[in-house]
């Protein structure tokens, strides 16, 4: 990992933006994302001492247990882009945008908490951002991600890193704690082409599709199954963790829909989870896909609309797209066996 500590993340967006007012918008929105994230970092760091952190008081909009940290988190980031200049926030935890600054040329949209369930049990979590050009829609939330002009996470645990892209490649920022600055770590993480690693929840297993369950076997089988190669499996049910393993070494991590009530069009969201998090992958080299098709390319009807999501090593995000489109093992062996396309040397 190449290092470039001394560079802070405001001189990182100062060279990005220069002049341009769009760009600058941009910068402003990000650097409070980062003010914002150096307040949560505090927060999840007390633990215990704030006891009521981790308490459940009821349901958001999509159906999720809703922690005190998830509503805090939702405020400091409010208040962060209302002081950014940022025309509009959409949330995780709010039913409808929130209307910020009406001359403001970006709208952002978060998932404060990443993981929340998580709190009590000192796993890492963090925020999910996205940064949409406001434009003259009235709702700038309803725009492919392909149109976002920026997007990262704030993923608090051992450490706490920001990792952004501006479309120019996918760089990693950490906080040095005793300045309060986020210096420059890696300019352009790179995901491995090939993975060994896949993460998934096995205990919904019954619940996937049968290709689903193919394409899970086949990685289960090893080096005596058509893979012909062993496979770790990791599971940290954090979208922020998970993504940052892959950044660091590769791997392929999988969300798809299944049977289950309020599953069957997958569970990520896509304006503030899945779009930004594909915009990050890609531009590290990865893919990112519902399984069908690209996630960038998808037009959301609804802030809150849900997704599935598989992400990663663009060599395994492609071959679960190919099981998809064909779930009988005698259509998908001839071109991942021994002797097929994707052969292991």
Known sequence: MSKAASETLETY??????????????????????????????????????????????????????????????????????LAGVAMLGSEEADHPDQLDPNGL??????????????????SIGTIFSVLPRGETENPFLQKGSRQLAAGYIVYGPHTDLVLTVGEGTAIFTLDRWSGRFLLTERRAQIAEAAKEFAINMSNYRHWAPEVRHYIDDCLAGKTGPRQRDFNMRWVAS????????????????????????YRSGRLRLVYEANPIAFL?????????????????????????????????????SRFEYYRSNPSPADRNPLFNKRGLFRDE
Do not use: C, W
């Open 281 to 317: 992958v890609e531009q590290a080299g990865g893919k990112a896909s519902n399984g069908q098709a690209r996630i960038l390319d998808l037009e959301p009807t609804d802030l809150h609309e849900k997704t599935p999501l598989v992400l990663g090593s663009t060599e395994e995000v």
């Open 239 to 262: 979208l922020v963790a998970e993504v940052s393993r892959i950044l660091a070494r590769g791997g392929v991590f999988l969300y798809p829909e299944d049977s289950r009530p309020g």
């Open 106 to 123: 970006v709208a952002v949209a978060i998932d404060p908490l990443d993981g929340s369930s998580n709190i009590d049990i000192n796993i």
């Open 13 to 82: 967006l100062s060279a990005f933006a220069g002049v341009d007012p769009m760009k600058l918008s941009v910068a402003r929105a990000v650097i409070g994302m980062a003010g914002a994230g150096r307040v949560l970092a505090a927060m999840v760091a007390d633990g215990a001492i704030a006891a009521e952190h981790g308490s459940v008081i009821g349901e958001n909009f999509g159906g999720d247990a809703q922690k005190e940290l998830d509503l805090k988190a939702h405020e400091v980031v409010l208040d962060a882009m209302r």
